[in-house]
């Protein structure tokens, strides 16, 4: 029976395109190994570091600008101040905050155009929908005030009856709504929009001048539950 030839076997851990002899110690090996690919494993770690570090930067960066914003907005003490921080940054979420002060300021000085017009922009700017309410409760009001009567009970009537709109803010514009109803003659629209408020359950100070203007009206009292 004849014996089948073996194959020769290569020494254990031998590359074939290395230059070493087959009997090299550990250190050649890795020497040599290094050599080869040292130049794509630095070229590696360097891409990794530079990802790495630029988004660090990139945080930090960020960080460090929304810092200064937020100073920046602190340090704005009057109107003409907040106008000025709002023309920079106009689709910062302070800008609307900046928008939303200063109209209080015009709203209180009689100026109701200009308020109204400083609420809507600030209703564009924020994110958030109870601010956003507040806004358009404001913008509405000023409405009113400054004789645009029909667009301001549209505003007022939807944020009353929004109810991600907070039931403080949803009360006073179903308030203002119903006095303007009340001046205008229009009496029973004015005691739905108190029935509106009397069944908000956070808007106790509302409820009480919902009640006042209900005993205008001839009509009866609600009871207040405690909040």
């Not at 994110?127 to 004789?147: I, N, Y």
Request: proline residues 4%; glycine residues 8%; hydrophobic residues 40%.
């Amino acid at each position: 029976m004849s014996k089948k030839k073996q194959e020769p076997q290569l020494p254990p851990n031998l590359d074939p395109e290395s230059d070493l002899p087959p009997d090299a110690d550990i250190e050649e090996r890795f020497n040599d190994f290094w050599k080869k690919n040292g130049a794509g494993i630095f070229g590696g770690i360097a891409i990794g570091a530079v990802i790495v570090i630029g988004f660090q930067v990139v945080q930090y960066m960020g960080q460090k600008k929304e810092t200064a914003i937020r100073e920046e907005f602190a340090e704005a003490a009057t109107p003409e101040a907040k106008l000025q921080f709002v023309e920079e940054h106009p689709d910062h979420q302070l800008a609307g905050l900046a928008q939303l002060q200063v109209a209080d300021t015009r709203y209180a000085d009689g100026s109701f155009q200009e308020a109204a017009d400083l609420y809507a922009s600030a209703s564009k700017v924020f994110e958030d929908p109870t601010l956003v309410s507040r806004c358009l409760m404001g913008q509405g009001v000023s409405l009113l005030q400054a004789g645009s009567v029909e667009n301001g009970r549209a505003l007022l009537q939807a944020v009353a009856h929004d109810s991600s709109a907070l039931d403080q803010t949803r009360g006073e514009a179903a308030y203002h709504l119903a006095v303007s109803y009340w001046e205008s003659g229009e009496k029973d629209k004015a005691l739905e929009l108190t029935d509106t408020i009397l069944q908000l359950d956070g808007a106790q100070f509302w409820a009480f001048r919902a009640n006042a203007l209900r005993e205008r009206l001839g009509a009866d009292s609600v009871e207040i539950p405690n909040s």
